[in-house]
């Protein structure tokens, strides 16, 4: 039987199932592209810094120009840290010379 909006009424002894709500689907995070070189990443990063910079830039867009500039440094930190792992120094000693770990002093 319909009521007045036109649904149908459930008796109460009547076990009425309820259709399963639509999951709002998350948007999936991708990956950012990562740059080719660490020099293309240091470009990209300054251009970013000038449309910061740039007060006619929308907020929209500024906070994406961040979250990619934010990813960039990360990105050139991790880059640094391992080559700053890999340097040596060339040490004269009385035989020659000698190659040491580098150590920020």
């Given at each position: 039987m319909n009521n007045l909006f036109g649904n149908e009424e459930t008796k109460p002894d009547?076990?009425?199932?309820?259709?399963?709500k639509k999951r709002e689907r998350r948007r999936e995070k991708t990956k950012p592209e990562e740059p080719k070189s660490?020099?293309?990443a240091i470009d990209e990063l300054e251009k970013l810094v000038e449309r910061l910079e740039d007060p006619e830039t929308p907020l929209e867009e500024s906070v994406k120009i961040f979250?990619?500039?934010?990813f960039l440094a990360k990105w050139c930190m991790n880059i640094l840290e391992k080559i700053?792992?890999?340097l040596k120094l060339l040490v004269p000693t009385e035989e020659g010379f000698e190659l040491e770990d580098f150590e920020e002093q």
């Open positions: 009547e076990e009425k199932t309820e259709v399963p660490f020099e293309d979250e990619r500039a934010q700053e792992g890999k």
